[in-house]
């Protein structure tokens, strides 16, 4: 109750004045804004049109402390015809309450599109004490691989593992993800057309990366200083492939997971998976030298994409007082020795128990074969004309109010949810990911133990030949889209609507859009198919 009604002020402080009209500035408010565009960009050597941020990849950095309120006003100017033209942004493991669901971002889930030559401001106030490494990036189809990519931190004055690491700032933010030579909305014709996932042509580690037979661009250098100790925040923000991190020389203390400060843990080697963020400390102990950081990615059969050398995936780490070369030591994949992350053996700096399950929903993960079509128990989701949202606040309340291919599973408010994921033989992992909430990962695919005795808590976790399980909490009723974050496997139907508090209007009393997010859908629906 007492955080109902602190976020109903935190709410009324962005309300007009009854007297003025005037909308009042919420305290602690940090505004963004984000002109989305077309650009010529060329991270590994090779020029193409791309979707940016304000005509950069990575887009630029959002830096939020702890409690902030960001506001983005989100600019849609694209014009290039080969490439969507509207967008949507998703702030990807933000949390967010039942009344702001509307500013989420999912496309057709909270909202319709952004069209070309409009705008939309987001309003983002942080809640239960939020903080960690997180990212935006486009939500619509799969938009986000023509480059529509960020990071977003929020950090902690107050954290309690600060003892441990001397430097985190907006150097020490190793963005990674898969990078595409040719348009999405090619690939994804050429995808549907043959069922076969696209082969990223490279890697990018903060923005540059190298592909067979381009330019040798400069590889990404991180500095520091002997003696120091360094957060290092890492965001995989592929579409697609799978990174593994390490360091030669140096191990790797892993203290957040997905935003949850994390019982310290010592590592020489991390798989991250698409969507998914580590900290990580490293203390600069080495002689003064440059020493590589490996970044190599897994993400279908590189056979596939001539341009694809994965071990070109990388940067330097380059202590002062080192030459400004490359290391004089080969090329690797990683350690000889590796002491790998097992995700099972994560555990959150404040151990909390897992609650009791009150709803349990089993889930079986199939593809459809030689067609790009994924099911989940069965259904392929297709997303709505109508968002789930929309439907919601016109008094849709049941199963049946829904299609079928909107995979929509009604869920009662301030209940425990436990999902069961089958175990599945897919040749990779699919990463899945929860809006707006997180979740306790009771079961990783990385063990057999079931463990709900303090759990790592997280936004999205691996699924595959194990099987998972997981639990979260419809204490923040809404319309929550839950889909793996390969988001070709998404685009082909691999997701789901939680919506949690339909079922008795909870979420419907408590929701109030504002006319600018009214206005989106007609817009959206107005625009010939060109500019959709």
Not at 423 to 431: I, T, V
Request: with cysteine; charged share 15%.
């Amino acid at each position: 109750m007492q955080l109902l009604l602190l976020t109903s002020a935190l709410l009324a402080l962005f309300r007009p004045h009854p007297a003025n009209g005037v909308a009042i500035k919420p305290r602690n408010l940090k505004e963004v804004t984000l002109n989305i565009e077309n650009a010529q960009v060329a991270p590994d050597g090779f020029e193409r049109a791309a979707i940016t941020a304000n005509g950069q990849y990575p887009g630029p950095l959002i830096t939020l402390n702890k409690g902030d309120f960001l506001r983005v006003t989100m600019n849609n100017r694209l014009t290039d015809p080969t490439m969507r033209r509207s967008t949507s942004l998703d702030f990807d493991g933000i949390f967010f309450t039942t009344q702001n669901s509307f500013h989420e971002g999912t496309p057709f889930v909270t909202t319709c599109p952004v069209g070309p030559n409009a705008s939309f401001v987001y309003d983002v106030p942080l809640i239960l004490n939020q903080t960690g490494t997180y990212w935006y990036h486009s939500q619509l189809s799969v938009q986000y691989v023509d480059g529509l990519r960020g990071a977003l931190i929020v950090y902690d004055p107050e954290d309690p593992l600060a003892h441990l690491y001397d430097v985190d700032d907006e150097n020490t933010i190793w963005q990674i993800g898969d990078w595409w030579h040719n348009s999405s909305v090619t690939m994804l014709a050429g995808y549907v057309a043959t069922g076969i996932v696209p082969v990223s042509d490279s890697g990018t580690f903060n923005g540059v990366g190298r592909f067979n037979g381009g330019p040798e661009v400069p590889f990404f250098v991180q500095n520091v200083e002997s003696g120091k100790r360094y957060r290092f925040r890492i965001i995989n923000q592929s579409a697609r492939n799978v990174f593994t991190m390490s360091v030669d020389g140096h191990d790797l203390t892993i203290i957040e997971t997905d935003g949850t400060p994390t019982t310290p843990m010592v590592v020489n080697e991390i798989q991250m998976l698409a969507g998914q963020r580590y900290s990580v400390v490293l203390e600069a102990n080495q002689p003064v030298a440059n020493y590589w950081i490996n970044a190599p990615f897994v993400g279908g059969n590189p056979a596939v994409n001539p341009n694809q050398n994965a071990t070109l995936s990388r940067a330097i780490l380059r202590y002062a007082g080192a030459p400004a070369a490359d290391p004089v030591t080969p090329m690797t994949l990683g350690p000889d020795n590796p002491n790998a992350l097992i995700e099972a053996n994560l555990r959150p700096l404040v151990a909390e128990a897992a609650p009791p399950s009150d709803v349990n929903i089993t889930l079986e993960l199939m593809v459809t074969p030689g067609k790009a079509q994924w099911n989940v128990n069965n259904v392929s989701y297709l997303s709505p004309v109508v968002p789930t949202l929309v439907k919601v606040l016109d008094g849709a309340n049941m199963a049946a109010d829904f299609n079928a291919t909107e995979n929509t599973f009604i869920l009662p408010a301030n209940s425990v949810i436990q999902i069961h994921f089958l175990p599945n033989d897919d040749d990779e992992a699919h990463p899945f990911h929860l809006h707006g909430n997180n979740f306790f990962l009771i079961k990783s695919n990385t063990t057999d133990i079931i463990n709900t005795v303090d759990p790592i808590r997280r936004d999205t976790a691996g699924v595959g030949n194990s099987g998972v399980f997981l639990r979260f909490v419809t204490d923040r009723p809404g319309t929550w889209f839950f889909h793996c974050h390969i988001f070709w496997h998404m685009q082909a139907g691999l997701a789901t609507v939680m919506a949690s508090g339909a079922s008795d209007g909870t979420d419907r009393a408590d929701i109030h859009p504002n006319k600018a997010w009214e206005d989106l859908c007609p817009a959206y629906d107005a625009l010939p198919a060109d500019l959709q």
